[in-house]
């Protein structure tokens, strides 16, 4: 009982990432639970030879009665309620420890139990490992959230994970079916600089309150974004010169180029751009309609002239349409502080 409560995955997870005694039981018992019909085979063998030669043992040295009630009152205690209730709390202990016992049970009982298993092999399979969907997989990272009962009193609630490292997982799990036209803000909600503007005392102290990496320019409409200012180097700059903006815009070392997709980029293939480091904030260009198929027989879109905005912050702390914005929104400007490091390639 306590070799077959537990499977290959569980094992697998309690050897590479359980406690130092649990790594230890968990390599003991691996190889044994692998084998698994093997192990079950032998174990039910066993396990019918002592219950079969208990009765018949007690019929020979006392009444047939009181050989009865004696073999199932101990086959009930001792071999069916007591087990179940000691190897359901410490079955990995226990199948550690009587692990030698089993392999010698094995040998014994192997020109039986091996066709058997095999048997079951060709008709069951061999892997019994647990395989945790996606849906599976977040219900099981929101229990081990903040604000989750335990009933495992050896529970250490240092190990209980945060909302934000929660949302985090969560979000990573969605991500597979997620593009970027489900994680943009809209370009109204952005703050942005005219490319008529100048930054001076008043401009300046903008910018530092809203606390932003990066602020987009625009030409005229919002939604003709042209470049990207980069807040920290602008330091660099005296607010009492009034420095017009296009002027700055014109220099790599105060600006970028702004970065457009279309809206249904996945979101993984958007991560891995923005990992490269040369942007971490897109425009998104909305499809509106197909105009025509192109010469290679791509389809060719009218672009909206509404472009959201998406950060790399977007696709990580995304929870059931709710978007937790950092650079753009009302998060710490200390995660985007992390992220231009990142950039950089300080950290």
């Not at 208990?54 to 006392?62: C, G, N, T």
């Not at 079955?91 to 009982?109: C, D, K, R, T």
């Not at 490992?129 to 229990?143: A, H, I, N, P, S």
């Not at 014109?250 to 490269?276: C, G, I, K």
Request: net charge negative; glycine share 8%; aromatic share 6%.
């Amino acid at each position: 009982m306590g070799l077959l409560s537990l499977d290959t995955t569980t094992l697998t997870v309690l050897r590479d990432g359980g406690t130092d005694k649990e790594r230890k039981y968990a390599k003991r018992i691996l190889p044994l639970v692998s084998r698994h019909h093997l192990l079950l085979v032998t174990l039910l063998l066993t396990n019918a030879v002592a219950v079969e030669s208990m009765p018949i043992f007690l019929d020979r040295v006392s009444d047939p009665l009181i050989a009865i009630v004696v073999s199932v009152t101990a086959i009930l205690l001792f071999g069916e309620v007591i087990p179940q209730a000691v190897c359901t709390r410490h079955g990995l202990a226990i199948g550690a420890v009587l692990s030698p016992l089993v392999y010698m049970l094995m040998g014994l009982l192997f020109i039986i139990s091996w066709p058997l298993s095999k048997l079951l092999d060709c008709i069951l399979g061999e892997d019994h490992g647990t395989f945790y969907r996606r849906g599976q997989l977040k219900v099981l990272v929101d229990m081990h959230g903040p604000g989750k009962a335990h009933k495992n009193g050896e529970h250490d609630k240092d190990e209980q994970l945060t909302i934000d490292e929660v949302l985090i997982i969560k979000g990573a799990l969605d991500m597979k079916f997620k593009t970027a036209g489900t994680a943009m803000i809209s370009i109204s909600d952005v703050y942005m600089i005219s490319l008529e503007a100048k930054l001076d005392h008043e401009t300046m102290t903008h910018i530092i309150t809203r606390g932003h990496s990066r602020i987009p320019v625009y030409a005229g409409d919002r939604s003709n974004v042209i470049g990207l200012l980069l807040t920290k180097t602008l330091i660099k700059l005296s607010p009492a010169d009034a420095t017009p903006v296009a002027q700055v815009l014109q220099s790599r070392a105060y600006a970028r180029p702004a970065m457009f997709v279309d809206e249904d980029m996945p979101l993984f293939d958007l991560l891995n751009l923005f990992r490269t480091g040369k942007s971490h904030l897109a425009m998104v260009q909305k499809k509106t309609g197909l105009l025509h198929s192109g010469a290679s027989g791509d389809s060719v879109y009218r672009q909206d002239d509404t472009k959201p905005l998406l950060t790399i912050e977007d696709e990580l702390y995304e929870d059931n349409g709710d978007y937790y914005v950092t650079l753009h929104g009302r998060l710490s400007a200390e995660f985007a502080a992390v992220l231009d490091s990142l950039s950089m390639g300080y950290l």
